[in-house]
């Protein structure tokens, strides 16, 4: 932890004169280069204002704007509040003297934060407005939080800022380190958005319900949802807000139907998609596929051996069917069949013939025909279905073209 210093950082006049500060501070040992940082408005338990709740971040920055993190960092350093960027994160309450100093720094930019431009410099020039606010506490209700590594979040900040960089798109599914992310979360009823510690709801249980206060709750859970703290692309469309957890990623042209549809946190999309059933923890669906209604791909808890499943493009998993395999590009799964790591699928010599045309790393032994679902996992262009007079799996080569509906996407 630095020092503190509790001043005031002289104004910057130019352009040039903030790129020369800039560079200087960033060859101090006050500066880190983060993975991620941006200042969030928090919700503190209602029974005990120490535990974090949930972190909100209007502007999240992800390998990126690193001028920005030079001027937060020494903003906070002479604002009296300290600094420390040896560990994997760090986490720190903000106050007047930084939104002072933080402004003075982006003072040549000042005339050009509107709209998308300088978003950071936006969140600070809100928060000094804030200062004057009733009913805000910038030092009780803001936390800025920078992440310098990518191991297993420590506090419910970073872990935050980790789900909104992958439900941004700004991080990769799968890319980042969420272990023990449930036992940094709480366990809170939800109501449109806040969330409540289920202490509170018991120890005030019967003057609220005698008052008519007893707040309607959405749902119990340790993570909000998706729509509440990220805006989707216009052409993404979620019809029930429930059947997304925050944390997933849906990419731009995406449709999620009510129903049994669901995508669970660190699990998503890589393009348009049609979604009518479940996407597990970590499973992947990429362009142009159709999760048919009641259809289920198996998360790393749930049947994989924790092997994590992406489902190629323009693939077609039939209503309540379910997959426990990665799958190529151009497959099919009939409705209600279930293809898993041990599932035996009987492929004759003329479809394996077919099937190696458009896998050319395919290569079984030239008498087989059984296969076991993981020797063919992530294979292009194969249609599984179910003998309907003995009831075995098959395989063969796909002849369907899986096309979505360009116009609901």
Known sequence: MTTKKNKTLKKLESVEAFKK????FQQSSSYREPIGFGIARVDR???NSEKILQATYPVVNWKENFGSAAVFLASLEASGVGIDVSGSEFVSSINAKFIENALNLFEPFMNEADGDKHRNIQVIAMLEEVLGMEGFDVEVDYKIIFIFEDVAPKSVESAYLKLYALSLGKAPLRSLNLNGIFGLLTNCAWAQGTPIELDYLREHE?????TNSYPPIDFVDKFPRFLTHVIPADNTRVLDSSKVRFGAQLAAGTTVMPGASYINFNAGTTGAVMVEGRISS????????DVGGGASILGVLSGTNGNPITIGKNTLLGANSVTGIPLGDGCIVDAGISILEGTKVFISRDEVAKIKDVNPSFNP??????????????????HFRQNSQNGQITGSRSKREVKLNVELH
């Not at 500060?21 to 200087?24: A, C, D, G, L, Q």
């Not at 499973?283 to 142009?288: D, S």
């Open 21 to 24: 500060f800039v560079s200087e």
């Open 45 to 47: 338990g209602q029974v």
């Open 206 to 210: 019967i003057e609220l319900k005698l």
């Open 282 to 289: 970590s499973a992947i669906v990429e362009a142009g596929s």
């Open 365 to 382: 032994d030239e008498s087989k025909e059984l296969f076991k679902g993981l020797e063919i996992a992530g294979l292009n262009g194969i």
